[in-house]
């Protein structure tokens, strides 16, 4: 069957408005009669919201309403559970929104809401996800979870006692990996309306429009069909947008004025409000006979989802199910978690959770070949999946397996043809 696009060169629909600046970014819309909003947020990582005052702020000439938790109908939103404020009365991480002003202009919004004061029960916070996994440690959301574990995923394949005895070279190291922000290029921006029906309209850039309408609906207390979200262009995303950010506020702010209302992050504000790339803290231990064939791995992973889930249980699996890399390994033990600090909140980023266990897996394969005295490439080449293999998680691989091909087309560019480096 003969096509039009594969194989040749198909200009992108969006290329030209890019090119001449006519694209519509979030921040780029505006409505007649609109008003700016501005988020305040927790300085502490945890803490009770004990009062929020807002006099000075409403006493300035511009300032048009000031929200906080007690407006929100259904105060909470998330992608997998609804265990994160929208305006927080409990605050399990810094950047945590307390209130939100609107006013006039986005200068009289900012200077406004530095005028709002609000007193704090500042609480102990826990940073370490080890420390934070035992049992005499508080849990951060106890009607979730009875322990700040959100996730465990166990793998078991094979025997390791019988694995171990036929290692003829165990390497055994600890690995960790940081949070890593998105930094796409527009951070978040939102314009939020009551159309003529008296329905919910946002237009904003996200990855999952209909989550969002889900959870502002949810939130504001209204009907699906209540609510329209309208994706304009994304301007960077990269898992950075899966989470809700300013869109709930935004028609928060909108529904209770019955005004357009504008946000927008400031690149500051963005590092505060959107999730994080999981830290991961990966404990190794992998085995081999001295001929270089892999005969064990144990893996222990722990990932910080900071103070609410989002998408950590997926992370986690995924890390879990890539663990052992491209590799055939007949005994294989794993265990990820998913632990809750007070960190900032972690979420989807490319690679969801197999990008940080690349580090340890590779790492482990070039530390063996060091010590059995092959080249690097020599040990992937005598453990690599191909047609046939079985998994750590016993799935059989039936399809294309072309890693093989992969390293040979690289060998000759490796040091002495590749059996060196």
Known sequence: MKTSVVGSRVVREDAWGKVFGQTKFPADVNLQDQIYAVVIRSPHPHAKVIAVNSEQ???????????????VPNNSHGVLFRDQPVLAEYVRMVGDPVAVVGAESKEIARAAAKLIEVEYEVLPAVFDPEEAMKPDVLPLHPTLRPTNVLYHMPIRRGIM????????????????????????????????????????????????????????????????????????????????????????????????????????????????????????????????????????????????????????????RKSAVHASGPYVIPNVSIDSYAVFTNNPYSGAMRGFGAAQTVLAYESQMDLLAKEIGISPLEIRLRNLFKVGSTTATGQVLTGSVPLDQCLAKIAPYLQGGGDSQ
């Open 57 to 71: 702020a409403m006493s300035l000439a511009g300032v048009v309403a000031v929200l906080t938790a007690k407006d």
């Open 161 to 316: 006692e019988e694995g171990w005895a036929k290692a003829d070279v165990v390497i055994e190291k600890e690995y960790s990996t940081q949070h890593v922000d998105h930094a796409f290029l527009q951070p978040e921006a939102v314009l939020a309306h009551v159309d003529e029906r008296g329905h919910m309209v946002v237009q904003t850039a996200t990855q999952y429009a209909h989550y969002d309408r889900g959870e502002i609906a949810h939130a504001l207390g209204l009907r699906f069909s209540q609510v329209q979200v309208k994706t304009l262009a994304v301007g960077g995303a990269f898992g950075g947008r899966e989470d809700i950010s300013l869109q709930v506020i935004a028609a928060l702010m909108a529904w209770n004025t019955l005004r357009p209302v504008k946000m927008e992050n400031t690149r500051e504000e963005s590092f505060y409000s959107h999730s994080k790339r999981h830290p991961m803290r990966m404990h190794y231990k992998t085995g081999a006979t001295k001929d270089g064939k892999l005969v064990a791995m144990e893996a222990k992973i722990i990932g910080d989802a900071g103070a609410y889930s989002s998408w950590s249980i997926n992370v986690l």
